[in-house]
């Protein structure tokens, strides 16, 4: 398993939010979304934004915490990387 996580560090509705990645596909990146219960509708174009309760199952369920500078680091020796369209939010929050 390649799916990556970085530090929940990111404040947005009251909440600490990650990144979670593949290194190897989107798919992998969407199956793992989909074990956590995350909507596709939330996929920013190479990565998933995640509340920090969601980054925690991640991890129990196998997502390996990295630094953000290796996750970026990593997305991009896999090709995955996709350039930024200007500032991003979460396009969903669980209940």
């Given at each position: 398993?390649a ?43 190479d ?31 896999a ?17």
């Amino acid at each position: 398993m390649a799916v990556l996580v970085d530090q929940a560090i990111w404040n947005w509705r009251g909440r600490r939010w990650a990144h979670m990645v593949s290194d190897v596909s989107y798919d992998e990146l969407h199956a793992f979304a989909e074990l956590l219960e995350i909507p596709r509708r939330a996929f920013q174009g190479d990565h998933y934004d995640v509340p920090e309760d969601y980054r925690a199952e991640a991890i129990r369920l196998g997502a390996v915490e990295v630094d953000a500078r290796v996750l970026v680091r990593r997305l991009r020796a896999a090709g995955l990387r996709r350039a930024r369209s200007g500032a991003a939010t979460p396009a969903w929050s669980p209940a």
